[in-house]
């Protein structure tokens, strides 16, 4: 896609505006480029991992600052960007986030040390935030609402590409030319994004807003307290496993997080121009939709997390065929994500929430019939099911979501949408371990992932596996609460009015 952008780019293609039909599309693929580095940028850079830790000479526990300073940067400057693209516009937060991501990436590649390479992902992170939700923004305002779960699916499938070729290009990139390589490889890639968006793209915000709207200053003190309410939640969740959910520091993080969360809300609901207006959860399509989106994803994310775990230390697989064996289940999501979004836009959202749900329940209830002998057949088949559901249901959940608020809110709001999801992502995964190590202590192992890793026979191999018998079904309960919620969500009457992409001045 990136090769065929640059033809046409050299080519002398004119800029195409927002009332031309063709527009989306070439929208679509100028973003495209940049979101699929990001997804490949994850699984790579995870891949170089233990190479760079050999290279600085540092245990596996601090390398992974690399990766943690980089999803926590994410997470946390999502909703200030978003909402900034809302007011300056999206072309100018894409391009100015996509240049930041450069820069990081040429700081990590070039670091003398582990600590610039921390902060050198933290600047790649910072980027990363300004484009993920924006791009996804440029590329559904693209479309008409008639096409928004279209869009959607578009989107997934091209992260979904990402995600299953990253650990493959990272793993010959680290083999050939080494751990930098890993990290400098975007950087022409972006670039080439960067040039593609200058030529193709319209400044993305809405004319159909009131000037009003747009003229609002940016919500700084949001900004600040949303900021510090999602670090100190993700720093808890994410060490609370290793240092003891009761150990001071974990508590003190937890109710820093409960002061800051309940701040943010007292001044985002007093404040003119919020970061976020919470008075959108008075809507119940788009309450409804947010619940379910979280529940699905505290549900589901801790799957991909565990079963790597499960493949290696119990049935013997090396890293790399684990990853292969992943392969399947991630193109599920791919390829359903578009038709799941295309059939939605036509018959309805509920019909594919809830059945997606459905599937991935199924999933989930064959996972929790593990054993330290399981055959692999059982293993592919759960985790295939468990993601076909997901594909489903990701597409028509965020077009219902969308589809209950403003267009000048979409930077903002998919950027809500993408944090939602990060955060149920992270919780999953504490809320599993907690329940994997809580059985094993009460089996009378250790309860760490760390004593799975080293070994310790039969028994803790018994004993590991048990609990991921109950935190897979857990985690099927909530995906059946988030079924529940779906049901009650209305299907749109079929669009014949919102057929009109959105025009939009050039910058």
């Known amino acids: 896609m990136a090769a065929g952008v640059l033809l046409l780019v050299l080519a002398g293609v004119p800029v195409v505006r ?33 190479t760079v830790a050999g290279h600085f000479q540092t245990d596996f526990t601090t390398v992974q600052w690399v990766t943690i300073g ?13 909402r900034l693209s809302d007011l300056m516009g999206r072309k100018k937060v894409y391009i100015g986030g996509s240049l930041i991501f450069v820069l990081g990436a040429l700081v990590a590649g070039m670091s003398p040390n582990l600590t610039t390479l921390v902060v050198a992902r933290i600047i790649e992170g910072s980027g990363a935030a300004m484009t993920q939700g924006t791009g996804m923004a440029i590329v559904i305002a693209a479309f008409p609402a008639s096409e928004r779960g279209k869009a959607i699916g578009l989107i997934i499938t091209v992260i979904g590409t990402g995600s299953i070729a990253g650990p493959a290009i990272g793993g010959f990139l680290v083999d050939a030319l080494g751990w930098r390589a890993v990290l400098l490889a975007n950087v022409p890639v972006v670039l080439l994004g960067v040039a593609a968006s200058m030529l193709i793209l319209t400044d993305s915000r809405d004319d159909h807003t009131s000037q009003g709207v747009r003229d609002r200053k940016f919500d700084w003190l949001g900004a600040a307290l949303s900021t510090g309410a999602l670090l100190t ?81 119990i049935l013997g697989y090396t890293p790399r065929q684990a990853g292969l064996i992943l392969v399947p289940n991630a193109l599920c999501m791919a390829i359903l994500g578009p038709i799941s979004g295309h059939f939605s836009d036509r018959f309805g959202w509920r019909w594919f929430t809830v ?62 949408i993408n944090l939602v999801r990060n955060a149920a992502n992270v919780t999953s995964v504490a809320m599993a371990t907690a329940i994997v190590t809580a059985t094993m202590g009460t089996m009378g192992y250790e309860p760490s992932l760390d004593a799975v890793r080293s070994g310790g026979g039969a028994g803790i191999a018994d004993a590991f596996t048990s609990g991921l018998r109950h935190a897979y079904l857990i985690m099927m309960g909530l995906l059946l609460v988030a079924m529940a919620v779906s049901v009650l969500t209305v299907n749109p009457e079929p669009s014949r009015a919102d057929g009109q992409v959105e025009e939009v001045p050039a910058s």
Request: charged share 10%.
């Open 18 to 50: 927002a009332r031309m039909r063709e527009y989306k599309y070439w929208a679509f693929a100028a973003v495209s480029i940049g979101m699929i580095s990001s997804s490949l940028d994850h699984g790579s850079v995870n891949v170089a991992l233990p």
């Open 70 to 82: 980089y999803a926590l940067t994410i997470s946390a400057l999502l909703l200030p960007m978003g």
């Open 233 to 313: 939640l993700l720093l808890a969740l994410t060490n609370g496993h290793k240092s003891d959910w009761t150990s001071p520091i974990i508590l003190v993080a937890f109710l820093s997080f409960v002061g800051l969360l309940a701040a943010f809300i007292w001044w985002e609901l007093r404040t003119t121009g919020p970061l976020l207006d919470l008075r959108l959860f008075q809507r119940s399509l788009f309450s409804l939709g947010v619940s379910a989106h979280f529940l699905t994803f505290l549900g589901s994310s801790a799957a991909i997390f565990l079963t790597p775990f499960y493949l290696q230390q």
């Open 355 to 416: 059945g997606g749900l459905m599937l991935s329940s199924l999933g989930l209830l064959l996972l929790s019939r593990l054993t330290i002998d399981s055959s692999l057949f059982l293993v592919i088949s759960a985790l295939m099911l468990q993601s076909a559901g997901m594909g489903m249901f990701y597409s028509p959940n965020s077009s219902s979501i969308l589809s209950s608020v403003e267009r000048e809110r979409y930077g903002v709001l998919l950027a809500f």
